[in-house]
C-alpha cells in the first residue's frame, strides 16, 4: 500500500463506512424525530437500565463530555431521567421515561428497516460475516 494512498488505507475505509451507514441511518431515524446519537443512547438505556454515565458513553461510544450534554438534552424533553444510584448514592444513572421508551419503539422500526435495506444489498450471509469480523477486529484491537 503506498503511503500517501489515504483512501487504501483500513482505518479510513472504516470511517468511511461509518459515515455511511450513519447518514443512512440518519435520514431514517429523523423520520421518528431522533438522532443517531440519541437513538444509541435510548437503545443502550433500554438494554440495560439505570448505567451510571461513564459506563453508558462506553456502550453508545461517545465521549463523556459530548454525552453529558446528549443526556442533558434528553432530560430537558423527558426521554430520559436520571435518578441516584441506590447501591451508591455517589452515583448518578440514567433510566429510560416512558416517552423515550414510546420514542425507542418508533425509531426502532425505522433502524431495524435500514439493517434489512443494508441486508439486502449485501446479502444475509455477508451481512453475518461482516459484523462477525467487525466484532473480532474490534476485539481485536482493544
Same mark, same amino acid.
Given at each position: 500500500?503506498?503511503?500517501s494512498?489515504?483512501?487504501? =488505507?483500513?482505518?479510513?475505509?472504516l +470511517?468511511?463506512a %461509518?459515515?455511511?451507514?450513519?447518514? !443512512?441511518? +440518519?435520514?431514517?431515524?429523523?423520520?421518528? &424525530?431522533?438522532?443517531?446519537?440519541?437513538?444509541?443512547?435510548? +437503545?443502550?438505556?433500554? %438494554?440495560?437500565?439505570?448505567?451510571?454515565? &461513564?459506563?453508558?458513553? #462506553?456502550t453508545?461510544?461517545?465521549?463523556?463530555?459530548?454525552l453529558?450534554?446528549?443526556?442533558?438534552?434528553?432530560? !430537558?424533553?423527558?426521554?430520559?431521567?436520571r =435518578?441516584? !444510584?441506590?447501591?451508591?448514592? $455517589? $452515583?448518578v444513572?440514567?433510566?429510560?421515561?416512558?416517552? &423515550?421508551? @414510546?420514542?425507542?419503539?418508533?425509531?426502532?422500526?425505522? @433502524?431495524? +428497516?435500514?439493517? $434489512?435495506?443494508? #441486508?439486502?444489498?449485501? &446479502?444475509?450471509?455477508?451481512?453475518?460475516?461482516?459484523?462477525? !469480523?467487525?466484532?473480532?477486529?474490534?476485539?481485536?484491537? #482493544?
Open positions: 500500500m503506498p503511503a494512498d489515504l483512501r487504501t =488505507h483500513l482505518a479510513y475505509a +470511517s468511511a %461509518e459515515r455511511a451507514a450513519n447518514r !443512512d441511518l +440518519s435520514v431514517a431515524l429523523a423520520e421518528a &424525530g431522533i438522532t443517531v446519537e440519541q437513538w444509541r443512547i435510548l +437503545s443502550a438505556l433500554a %438494554e440495560n437500565p439505570g448505567q451510571p454515565m &461513564g459506563e453508558l458513553a #462506553e453508545v461510544l461517545m465521549p463523556h463530555p459530548t453529558t450534554k446528549a443526556v442533558d438534552r434528553l432530560v !430537558d424533553s423527558a426521554l430520559v431521567y =435518578h441516584q !444510584d441506590p447501591a451508591d448514592r $455517589r $452515583r444513572v440514567v433510566y429510560l421515561s416512558d416517552q &423515550g421508551t @414510546a420514542l425507542l419503539d418508533r425509531a426502532k422500526r425505522r @433502524a431495524v +428497516s435500514q439493517h $434489512r435495506a443494508m #441486508e439486502r444489498a449485501l &446479502g444475509p450471509e455477508r451481512t453475518e460475516r461482516l459484523m462477525h !469480523d467487525l466484532v473480532a477486529l474490534v476485539r481485536m484491537i #482493544e
